[in-house]
């Protein structure tokens, strides 16, 4: 319970970074000589601390999205944290059994596990330790090389290093020479990695410095989610929507380029008279607009829907679209259910009110305003590391742009978490990020992991942001090798199994 507690802790209140570099340690200290299905257990009652603690929002999201309440919402919530618990509880399991069976010291396992898991574990929100160390600037540096992966298997270095020398000094640790080395060199390996963290920040500080700047504006309309398709704001209509009374402020201001977040359908693809006033109004302003609404395609008996990004140039003509891949399930589709096309029928026709069935775009676009490469991302789409190295291409003057709606999370602390977590990203694939949420906090981050604006929540509000990009970089390591560090650890993981039935058959 104590190791739950102190691994959520810095997810809801980040300047609490250091808990999570000694979470694990009371959780290894009571599973030292437990069972595979003992640890589980223990694993289990970690996992419904910590999500209980850090992911209590899920409560707001499955009301305000699914409309549930009750007895139903209660069973909602409990099933999510249930599940989510499986991968402490998963993790503990697999790390007895191979230390059992391998004779193998924890030292080895423990951090393998731990990198492979907190990656490959199917999650509906994603998370990875290092996620929670956002404020942590020096420590976050060095992932531009092998991404956050990297950053979890150092954390869980740590924990177990911690653990056994705890270990060590009550008298249950054998073979004292060969850890005392061990833990040379993890002080090593620490004081290198945090080191270049030290190094890293100044210098990019010194480089963002020189960079010319892109004005960029941002409309955070801080509307109310709805799970049915939303008459337009009063007041207002679907040709002129709230987010363009905020834009016109914005064009006032000089910008370059205005992005809306991600929000109410707007009808831009299913009615002629929406599209023609967007595009006169763009057309008029002479300021390009990225935009997110719902794209319907028939074909015959066929239809395909589409969470898309817009991007209308300065003529306000349609320039280029983003259709959304990485979906949210049981939000956007149901899986497996694609390989179940009779099933999967029965389902829509029997819940078409409560599961929308959205299909995966073909793959990543890019919104060119003059001579940067914004990079578009919705919905949570940039807490997938990998995902988003792989949409970073190979040309300069990128810039990574979100729209997020987290108004399904009430007011809780999700916005922020998922805030937190993407400024990762921008680290990782050392480009700057634009953050544009309905509800707050927006902002833009830095590529050394520093957020330089942050919004107000739940605030109607228009800002310019100046965005410095680089005219020659073109992303980092990570972004041109994202499965290196991950498929090395995958292999050692797989290393670790064949050795622990090996002997154990043997």
């Known amino acids: 319970m104590l190791t739950g507690l102190l691994l959520a802790l810095p997810y809801n209140y980040p300047s609490l970074y250091l808990l999570t570099w000694f979470a694990f340690v009371p959780l290894l200290w009571v599973v030292r000589s437990a069972s595979p299905a003992k640890a589980y257990g223990l694993g289990l009652c970690a996992g419904l601390v910590m999500y209980l603690t850090a992911a209590f929002w899920i409560i707001d999201f499955i009301a305000l999205y699914k409309g549930l309440e009750g007895g139903s919402l209660a069973l909602g919530a409990v099933i999510f944290w249930l599940y989510c618990a499986q991968l402490p509880a998963c993790l503990m399991m697999l790390y007895r059994w191979i ?3 391998s004779g193998l010291s924890e030292f080895w396992v423990f951090p393998v596990l731990c990198a492979v898991a907190y990656s490959y574990f199917p999650m509906l929100f994603t998370v990875q330790l290092g996620e929670s160390q956002s404020q942590f600037l020096v420590a976050i540096q060095a992932i531009e090389f092998f991404g956050v992966a990297s950053l979890d298997f150092l954390i869980a270095l740590v924990n177990v290093t911690f653990f056994l020398a705890i270990r060590e000094v009550a008298g249950h640790h054998k073979g004292a020479t060969l850890f005392r ?3 040379v060199g993890v002080c090593v390996l620490l004081t290198v990695w945090l080191g270049y963290g030290c190094y890293a920040l100044d210098a990019w500080g010194r480089e963002v410095a020189s960079w010319p700047v892109k004005r960029i504006g941002i409309v955070q309309p801080n509307e109310t989610p709805s799970e049915t398709l939303p008459p337009p704001t009063p ?12 834009t016109e402020k914005l064009i006032q201001k000089n910008v370059d380029v205005i992005v809306w977040p991600e929000t109410r359908y707007k009808g831009f693809f299913t009615y002629p008279h929406v599209r023609n006033a967007l595009e006169n109004q763009v057309a008029s302003s ?22 898309t990004a817009v991007f209308l140039n300065d003529k306000g ?5 983003y259709r959304k891949i990485k979906r949210v ?10 390989y179940l ?15 929308v069935d959205f299909s995966p775009g073909e793959g990543p676009a890019y919104f060119q305003v003059g001579e940067v490469n914004l990079i578009p991302l919705i919905c949570y789409e940039v807490m997938f590391s990998q995902f988003t190295a792989r949409a970073v291409a190979e040309r300069p003057g990128q810039v990574i742009v979100a729209m997020s709606n987290n108004g399904w999370f009430g007011s809780s602390l999700q916005p922020y978490q998922h805030m937190n977590s993407s400024v990762l990203r921008s680290v990782e694939n050392r480009l700057p990020m634009v953050h544009v949420t309905n509800n707050g906090p927006s902002g833009f981050v830095l590529p050394s992991g520093e957020t330089v604006v942050q919004t107000a929540y739940h605030k109607k509000m228009a800002a310019v942001l100046n965005v410095p990009y680089s005219p020659g970089d073109s992303g980092s390591f ?3 090798h994202p499965y290196l560090f991950i498929n090395v650890m995958f292999t050692a993981l797989f290393g670790l199994i064949l050795l622990s039935l090996w002997r154990r058959l043997g």
């Open 99 to 101: 230390c059992q069976s």
């Open 181 to 183: 080395e061990c833990q």
């Open 235 to 246: 007041g207002y209509s679907r040709a002129y929507p709230p987010e363009m009374a905020l």
């Open 286 to 307: 002479g300021v390009p607009l990225i935009f997110q609404d719902t794209e319907e395609i028939k074909e015959g008996l066929q239809r395909e829907m589409y969470n």
């Open 317 to 321: 003509s349609l320039q280029e679209r």
């Open 329 to 338: 399930p049981f939000g956007e589709y149901i899986p497996l259910l694609n």
């Open 341 to 355: 096309p009779q099933a999967k029928q029965w389902f829509y026709q029997n819940a078409s009110g409560f599961f």
């Open 478 to 480: 990570f972004s041109q």
